[in-house]
């Protein structure tokens, strides 16, 4: 199943700024694979957010290259869907709206998009509120009613920007678990932005971390604690040695200004 392979080559991204050019990003060179759950970290302005959004295809990079399955990116697609750190619902329609919305678009049937709005709703645990329009829905069910909106477009690829930055530990801790059900459950390919070191082990399958400005990848590390959680305690997972050596390697390397080599 390479036919969904990400591969970044050479990317650099430099922004025109006063006083000159920002160099924000690269050279980046990095190949995901299909089902991989990749979690990137790195300081503030580091370019995390630069790299999702060619990624997406919201803008094209000043050099290098990304390919999708061998395809270039040069737009956004559905088959990449992004998830932004604050949720962006339509506050006209109702949950089940904004979840049938990309559906309804692409002409799905209304049986169909109905039946794919109520398994991802079911999925994020708000099929009891999908009748809501979302001022009435907590910061959690807004993020989750996003992430269930994304899905309903069935992207290969699901690109999220610090998705629960925003949210009390709590809930944070309660969408990690359902974001990993939905992982195994799909076998979707994610990218996860976070700033919390803790996050990117527990939930990546591979953790990535970001230089300061230029972005370069320092530290790339497979992770396997996202595909025991369903067997063995959150808790449990994050008190086993290879939890806490693996967070401290990735703090060091945040913390550090100059690259840090991984292995
Ligand atoms: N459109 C733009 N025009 C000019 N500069 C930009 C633009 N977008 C980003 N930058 C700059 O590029 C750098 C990287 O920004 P980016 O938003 O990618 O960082 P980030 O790693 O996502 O940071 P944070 O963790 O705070 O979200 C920053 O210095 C930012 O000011
Ligand atoms: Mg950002």
Redesign the pocket.
Known sequence: MSDRTVVVAGLEQC?R?RGGE?H?LGPIDLTIEPGELVTLA?P???????LLRLLAGFGLPSGGSITVGGEPVRAPGVERGVVFQQPTLYPWLDVRGNVELGPRLRGSAKVERRRTAERFLELVGLQDVAGLRPYELSGGMQQRAQIARVLANDPDIVLMD?PFGALDALTRERLQNELLTIWRETGKTILFIT?SVDEAVFLGSRVLVMSP?P?RIVLDEPARFSTASHEVPPEELRALPEFTELAARVRSAIQHVEPVVAG
């Open positions: 922004f700024a920002v924000a790195g503030s302005g580091c370019g995390k957010t630069t610090e700033h400005r972005g």
